[in-house]
Each structure stands twice: as C-alpha cells, then as structure tokens.
C-alpha cells in the first residue's frame, strides 16, 4: 500500500513516516493542510491518506470529501487529537473509513492501516 501523510505538525509527520517506514509502509509524500493532500494525492496515487483533522487552509473531513469524489478508491483514515462524537461523525459522512484518535497510541493506527489493506486483498500476481 502506497500512503500519503497529511499533517500540519511536522514532527507528526516526521515521527509518522519513521513509525510506518518501520513497520512495512511505503510513504509516496507528506503535505500540511488539507488543500496541500489534495494535490500530493493527484501527484502521488496513494492508496491510503493518513490525515489530520484540523488544518490551517482545509481542514481534513473538507479535504476527505474532495478526495472521495474525485478518487473513491483512495482510503482515508482521520488521525486526530479530538475524540469527540461528533467529529467522528462528520468524518464517516465525508467518506473517511477509519477515525484514529492520536492519544490511543499508534499500535491503533497500524491496526486500521492493516486492516485495510487486508480488505483491499493481495496483489496482482503475474502483472507486466
């Protein structure tokens, strides 16, 4: 799975980037706000979007619903400080398919990283 980091803090990023390299994810690009993922998804064709919620220029649930339209295949998980309901709720409604809250740890994010790659199923063998 190839993904996209979309953060506003760039230790965030930075530490994010390190954390999956680690663990077996292909990082295509990093942008920080939500317009920024927008065009570094246009750029990159990432499977997954690890965004944050609250950006300067385009918060993520803004910036998750442009992606969807435009690329539905593209998963997007929030990855946020906030873990509000309702929050949550705007996100599902954007098409986000996952809602990581920051403070669970990132043995939670890997898990939702994981379990969509499951569901997108092995790849292709025997592809030129």
Known sequence: MRILLVDDDPAMRVALR???????????????????GLAAARASAPDQV??????????????ARLL??????IAVIIHS??????FKTVAE??????YVV????????????RQLDEQAGPAPTGAV
């Open 18 to 36: 390190r954390f999956l390299e680690r663990n077996g994810h292909q990082i295509v690009g990093e942008a920080h706000d939500g317009a920024e």
């Open 93 to 98: 409604k954007a098409g986000v398919v996952r």
């Open 81 to 86: 400080a906030f873990d509000e309901r309702g």
């Open 102 to 113: 920051k403070g669970d740890g990132p043995g939670e994010l890997l898990a939702a990283i």
């Open 68 to 73: 969807r339209k435009t690329n539905p295949d």
């Open 50 to 63: 690890i965004m944050d919620l609250r950006m300067p220029n385009m918060t993520g649930t803004e910036a």
